[in-house]
């Protein structure tokens, strides 16, 4: 009798005991995530790396609750064989795909070939990046719609990123001291510039130029860079090549197509 009692004891106080370790864990990854995310709005952890740590802590935390439940719920070793078995076979079947996609995923953020708000081109996939995990990285383009590209894919594609950093344009290159460099260098402003190609009917060039300048003048004030151009080839008609520039790619995403129609309204 006495030792039914304290059988029934000992299983009552491992079943308080899963459950306090389960609360523990779910208030430890809140804590991890709540962190996480406050130093990336502080800017003290990349945002590309933000989903990637979550993605791991819930991982761990999943396989921590399963293990848990195996010891004190007493399934046996039978169940821990089965668990171990389970987890081994998802490992195994996703590695196939999903850890591809998961390692290409740390080579990016590695390596950062681009970042969140990057204007980027990937494939044939063009807009500005939103959101980088381990797995995908989603891109907004230009029709508004959210493309979520597996990594594995864009380490297999040949991709652009139209960010890069210029100087201060109103200053003239000079020669100057090392120090003074250092300076430039830190008052570097990341700047997107996005080309594409259009072709304009074969008319008088100095008509053609005309058409453009006053639809590129239009658009200084709202990318804050007038809009640039150039001939690209000619056969049979004349093909420009556009550059707009803006310190927010987003900007760019929302006006080239009004920035071409504009063109196109004044040669047809």
Same mark, same amino acid.
């Given at each position: 009798?006495?030792?039914?009692?304290?059988?029934?004891? /000992?299983?009552?106080?491992?079943?308080?005991?899963?459950?306090?370790?389960?609360?523990?864990?779910?208030?430890?990854?809140?804590?991890? /995530?709540?962190? @996480?995310? *406050?130093?990336?709005?502080?800017?003290?952890?990349?945002?590309?790396?933000?989903?990637?740590?979550?993605?791991?802590?819930?991982?761990?935390?999943?396989?921590? @609750?399963?293990? &848990?439940?195996?010891?004190?719920?007493?399934?046996?070793? $039978?169940? &821990?064989?089965?668990?171990?078995?389970?987890?081994? #076979?998802?490992?195994?079947?996703?590695?196939?795909?999903?850890?591809?996609?998961? @390692? #290409?995923?740390?080579?990016?953020?590695?390596?950062?070939?681009?970042?969140?708000?990057?204007?980027?081109?990937?494939?044939? &996939?063009?807009?500005?990046?939103?959101?980088? $995990?381990?797995?995908?990285?989603?891109?907004?383009?230009?029709?508004?719609?959210?493309?979520?590209?597996?990594?594995?894919?864009?380490?297999?594609? !040949?991709?652009?990123?139209? =960010?890069?950093?210029?100087?201060?344009?109103?200053?003239?290159?000079?020669?100057?001291?090392?120090?003074?460099? %250092?300076?430039?260098?830190?008052?570097?402003?990341?700047? !997107?510039?996005?080309?594409?190609?259009?072709?304009?009917?074969?008319?008088?060039?100095?008509? %053609?130029?005309? *058409?453009?300048?006053?639809?590129?003048?239009?658009?200084? $004030?709202?990318?804050?860079?007038?809009?640039?151009?150039?001939?690209?080839?000619?056969?049979?008609?004349?093909?420009?090549?556009?550059?707009?520039?803006?310190?927010?790619?987003?900007?760019?995403? *929302?006006?080239? !197509?009004?920035?071409?129609? =504009?063109? @196109?309204?004044?040669?047809?």
């Amino acid at each position: 009798m006495i030792e039914e009692i304290l059988n029934v004891i /000992q299983k009552s106080w491992k079943l308080v005991m899963f459950f306090v370790l389960l609360v523990s864990i779910f208030i430890f990854q809140r804590f991890i /995530q709540s962190t @996480v995310k *406050k130093a990336a709005n502080e800017n003290r952890i990349p945002a590309d790396v933000v989903n990637g740590i979550i993605v791991l802590i819930r991982f761990g935390s999943a396989i921590g @609750v399963l293990y &848990s439940a195996v010891y004190f719920l007493e399934f046996g070793e $039978s169940a &821990s064989i089965s668990l171990s078995l389970f987890l081994g #076979s998802i490992v195994s079947f996703a590695s196939m795909y999903t850890i591809q996609n998961f @390692v #290409s995923g740390i080579y990016i953020v590695i390596t950062r070939p681009f970042k969140v708000n990057d204007f980027v081109k990937i494939g044939n &996939s063009e807009g500005v990046v939103t959101e980088i $995990s381990l797995n995908y990285t989603s891109i907004l383009n230009f029709e508004g719609i959210l493309e979520l590209i597996p990594n594995k894919r864009i380490l297999n594609s !040949t991709f652009i990123n139209y =960010d890069q950093k210029i100087k201060d344009p109103n200053k003239k290159n000079q020669r100057l001291e090392w120090t003074e460099k %250092i300076k430039s260098t830190l008052n570097e402003e990341e700047v !997107t510039r996005y080309s594409f190609i259009w072709g304009a009917p074969l008319i008088d060039y100095k008509e %053609i130029k005309s *058409k453009l300048n006053t639809v590129c003048e239009k658009y200084e $004030s709202i990318f804050g860079y007038k809009p640039e151009y150039f001939p690209f080839t000619i056969n049979h008609r004349l093909e420009f090549c556009f550059v707009l520039s803006s310190n927010q790619p987003i900007t760019i995403l *929302k006006y080239k !197509t009004n920035f071409l129609d =504009d063109i @196109v309204e004044l040669f047809h």
